[in-house]
């Protein structure tokens, strides 16, 4: 099973609609983040939480909202999607032991349409 | 702020070709480097890693080095087969974030 899951895979959303976007994880990481990829621009991130009560914005958080439901479980939302929202979405974790400090292990990725 | 640069950002060979993927980086102040490859549509799996203490990594077919000093990176691939066509991305982690490349997209062909 994969370490580090995200659901759903592929959505198609009109314009204003509420979207949550989930990740989950069995690493026992504390570190999650969410990343955006968009073509030539590499990934850019939204938000990251390194633990429960831990979460900062990161460089393109306006317009998304994120909760730590659990260690294991990270979300995005998008309020209210709109069309420059339409990219990959992923979702990474790293953990806290000194040797490790900062590898990133990644979801699969969500694909985001907003229409 | 740190800034990551990926030369080329496409690159094509022939089978059995040993090549160089380049990342550049603006601060030297990093905790890691980390290279990655991305298939279409797909997620990023980790091929190396290297801590700032260290001068490079090997796995397989692949030797990663950095020289912190310059703010550079390379990752060189060895008999390079058609399944190494993907996009490689360079990630430098410092302070709390981590930078991602552009990537450089490379095909190999048969």
């Not at chain 2, 905790?31 to 801590?51: E, V």
Request: charged fraction near 20%; aromatic fraction near 10%.
């Amino acid at each position: 099973d994969a370490d580090v899951t995200q659901t759903p895979r592929n959505r198609i959303t009109k314009t204003g609609k509420r979207i949550m976007l989930e990740c989950s994880q069995t690493k026992g990481h504390d570190r999650m983040y969410w990343y955006r990829q968009d073509p030539g621009l590499g990934l850019r991130l939204i938000y990251y939480s390194f633990d429960v009560k831990d979460i900062n914005k990161g460089e393109i958080s306006d317009g998304y909202s994120v909760s730590r439901q659990a260690q294991a479980k990270f979300s995005l939302s998008l309020e209210s999607a709109i069309p420059n929202q339409t990219a990959l979405y992923f979702c990474a974790t790293s953990g806290t032991v000194a040797s490790s400090y900062n590898e990133q292990f990644f979801g699969p990725g969500t694909r985001l349409t907003v229409l | 702020k740190q800034e990551v640069t990926q030369i080329p950002a496409a690159l094509s060979v022939p089978e059995g070709e040993n090549l160089v993927l380049n990342c550049s980086f603006t601060d030297s102040a990093i905790y890691n480097l980390q290279w990655f490859r991305q298939d279409p549509g797909k997620g990023l799996t980790s091929l190396l890693l290297i801590q700032s203490s260290q001068r490079e990594q090997t796995s397989g077919r692949l030797n990663a080095s950095l020289d912190k000093s310059s703010g550079r990176s390379t990752l060189y691939i060895a008999a390079s087969q058609p399944g190494d066509s993907a996009t490689y991305l360079c990630a430098v982690a410092g302070g709390f974030k981590t930078i991602f490349g552009a990537g450089t997209r490379l095909f190999v062909k048969a």
